[in-house]
């Protein structure tokens, strides 16, 4: 249901029409930058995390790393993206905990020989899952750039564009 306000008016296939805010040049002016300066910022939003996820992406394949065989999915892929990454940080630690008996590095003795083992795959796992957060952080970037310059687009849109004689 449309409830007619002040300066809209309700027609019979209930659409609605609004007339235009009057605004000064000045503030149209003001709103238009600010739209402008958000689709730019979007863009760079976009560009720094399609970058960021680049780099992680080229650093995990120049390692070379593949997913172990008997990994819960991937297996055998290539780790170089935040999917491998992740299968390939759980089969560390299946493997890790298979190795020390279930116990992890902080149950085992001082002494055990499996603990280097232990603090290898945990020292391995953390920097699998810094990858996978760095490449969810590229995703919140890439997102939110292209929020940031929809609404710019959006500011630009219904604000109206001062006209020569305003400028003057």
């Given amino acids: 249901m449309v409830f007619p306000t002040k300066g809209t008016t309700v027609t019979s296939t209930s659409s609605v029409s609004t007339s235009a805010v009057a605004v000064s040049p000045t503030k149209a002016r003001i709103v238009r930058w600010i739209g402008f300066l958000g689709i730019l910022g979007g863009l760079v939003m976009i560009v720094a995390g399609g970058v960021v996820w680049g780099m992680v992406s080229g650093?995990?394949?120049?390692?070379?790393?593949?997913?172990?065989?008997?990994?819960?999915?991937?297996?055998?892929?290539?780790?170089?993206g935040p999917f491998s990454a992740f299968a390939q940080a759980d089969i560390i630690n299946h493997h890790a905990l298979e190795a020390s008996g279930g116990k992890t590095y902080a149950e085992l003795d001082q002494d055990d020989p499996v603990r280097a083992t232990m603090m290898n795959a945990s020292f391995l796992r953390a920097s699998l899952f810094t990858s996978v957060v760095s490449f969810g952080v590229a995703v919140f970037a890439i997102g939110t750039g292209l929020l940031l310059g929809l609404m710019?687009?959006?500011?630009?849109?219904?604000?109206p564009r001062p006209s020569r004689a305003d400028a003057v």
């Fill in 59 to 80: 650093q995990l394949s120049d390692e070379r790393i593949t997913v172990a065989e008997d990994a819960a999915f991937l297996g055998g892929s290539p780790v170089a």
């Fill in 152 to 159: 710019g687009w959006a500011l630009i849109a219904i604000t």
